[in-house]
């Protein structure tokens, strides 16, 4: 990531960005992904092998269920892995995909009514092809927006959420690399502190190391969201590390970042015990994996803003809980 000037990656940013015009519009997408492409997504889709897999676990049902798909980007950038040594190109994205809710989707009943599913997906870019996508999604916000209540009660807000407060999230041209560089620090530092939750600061001041005071913390539905540090500390971060034990490091399959806009995908990211008392679930005193995308909004050394996206599904089908299963039996509320 050194350099005075600016890395484009324009050619990967145009593949995707077609690749989004025909998925969107229902086209042939092979000319633009890797035949053996590593298609990595939420319950109940999960992992996927060639374009055609995931076109059928995913795509084709979502556009049979909801249309026309109308994709609301709020972050678009690309960048170099740091976890590969900063050798591959990855494009990121983040926003809705917006549509009528007419046909049931993964058991979840229509509305005939508008509905915004939350997505982040990343896309590896190689000779002209996208070899490897991770497309993480709410599907529990879909289903609150559908009258289901997947979860119990939240410690943070439940609301659909923008994009940056700067409205400066899709860099659809080249940034000055600089300022990528200070991003992915900021969030190195962040990973660093967070350790395995020992760093021996009382949570509040371990966040003022790298959070910004006034942040926000745009969390997944079961969890929500919430803004400043000593209430994010409230809201998520204490109930969450008081409801496990044993984390253990982290891991990313990418980690990059391209002007103030930084993000990261792990499958899984960490595993942690669960002790009990996490979105109101008994204890099981079983270790689950965590599969989660994060993006940031970075300045000044400090983060900002974050928006989390967690396979919580996936995480209580671990322990045994099938939540879209019996959310859809019970019905509406």
Same mark, same amino acid.
């Given at each position: 990531?050194?350099?005075?000037?600016?890395?484009?990656?324009?050619?990967?940013?145009?593949?995707?960005?077609?690749?989004?015009?025909?998925?969107?519009?229902?086209?042939?997408?092979? +000319?633009?992904?890797?035949?053996?492409?590593?298609?990595?997504?939420?319950?109940?889709?999960?992992?996927?092998?060639?374009?055609?897999?995931?076109?059928?676990?995913?795509?084709?049902?979502? +556009?049979?269920?909801?249309? *026309?798909?109308?994709?609301?980007?709020?972050?678009?950038?690309?960048?170099? !892995?740091?976890?590969?040594?900063?050798?591959?190109?990855?494009?990121?994205?983040?926003?809705?995909?917006?549509?009528?809710?007419?046909?049931?989707?993964?058991?979840?009943?229509?509305?005939?009514?508008?509905?915004?599913?939350?997505?982040?997906?990343?896309?590896?870019?190689?000779? =002209? +092809?996208?070899?490897?996508?991770?497309? %993480?999604?709410?599907?529990?916000?879909?289903?609150?927006?559908?009258?289901?209540?997947?979860? =119990? *009660?939240?410690?943070?807000?439940?609301?659909?959420?923008?994009?940056?407060?700067?409205?400066?999230?899709?860099?659809?041209?080249?940034?000055?690399?600089?300022? =990528?560089?200070?991003?992915?620090?900021?969030?190195?530092?962040?990973?660093?502190?967070?350790?395995?939750?020992?760093?021996?600061?009382?949570?509040?001041?371990?966040?003022?190391?790298?959070?910004?005071?006034?942040?926000?913390?745009?969390? *997944?539905?079961?969890?929500?969201?919430?803004?400043?540090?000593?209430?994010?500390?409230?809201?998520?971060?204490?109930?969450? +590390?008081?409801?496990?034990?044993?984390?253990?490091?982290?891991?990313?399959?990418?980690?990059?970042?391209?002007?103030?806009?930084?993000?990261?995908? =792990?499958?899984?990211?960490?595993?942690?015990?669960?002790?009990?008392?996490?979105?109101?679930?008994?204890?099981?005193?079983?270790?689950?994996?965590?599969?989660?995308?994060?993006? %940031?909004?970075?300045?000044?050394?400090?983060?900002?803003? !974050?928006?989390?996206?967690?396979?919580?599904?996936?995480?209580?089908?671990?322990?045994?809980?099938?939540?879209?299963?019996?959310?859809?039996?019970?019905?509406?509320?």
């Amino acid at each position: 990531m050194d350099g005075a000037e600016p890395q484009a990656f324009q050619a990967e940013k145009q593949l995707v960005r077609d690749y989004y015009a025909a998925l969107d519009a229902g086209q042939d997408v092979a +000319r633009y992904c890797d035949a053996a492409l590593v298609f990595r997504a939420f319950h109940p889709v999960g992992l996927r092998t060639g374009t055609e897999a995931a076109q059928e676990a995913f795509w084709a049902p979502l +556009r049979g269920a909801i249309g *026309p798909i109308q994709r609301r980007m709020d972050v678009f950038m690309a960048g170099r !892995n740091q976890m590969d040594g900063f050798s591959s190109v990855w494009v990121v994205s983040m926003g809705h995909l917006m549509g009528l809710f007419d046909a049931p989707l993964f058991g979840i009943a229509p509305t005939g009514k508008l509905v915004m599913l939350r997505y982040a997906a990343f896309h590896k870019v190689e000779d =002209g +092809r996208i070899t490897e996508e991770a497309m %993480y999604f709410d599907l529990p916000h879909l289903m609150v927006q559908a009258g289901y209540r997947p979860f =119990g *009660p939240q410690t943070a807000a439940e609301l659909v959420q923008p994009g940056p407060m700067t409205h400066d999230g899709l860099m659809f041209g080249p940034q000055p690399p600089r300022t =990528g560089e200070e991003t992915l620090a900021a969030i190195n530092a962040m990973i660093a502190d967070l350790g395995t939750w020992q760093s021996g600061l009382p949570l509040e001041d371990e966040l003022r190391r790298t959070w910004a005071e006034d942040m926000l913390w745009w969390g *997944p539905t079961g969890i929500g969201a919430t803004y400043t540090i000593p209430r994010y500390a409230a809201q998520h971060s204490g109930p969450f +590390r008081a409801a496990f034990a044993d984390r253990s490091g982290t891991g990313h399959i990418c980690r990059m970042a391209e002007g103030h806009f930084g993000a990261f995908f =792990g499958w899984p990211n960490f595993t942690a015990r669960h002790l009990g008392g996490f979105m109101g679930m008994p204890a099981s005193d079983t270790k689950v994996e965590f599969r989660v995308i994060d993006v %940031y909004r970075a300045g000044g050394g400090k983060l900002h803003e !974050n928006w989390i996206y967690i396979d919580l599904l996936h995480v209580w089908s671990q322990l045994g809980v099938d939540i879209l299963e019996r959310t859809t039996r019970i019905g509406r509320v």
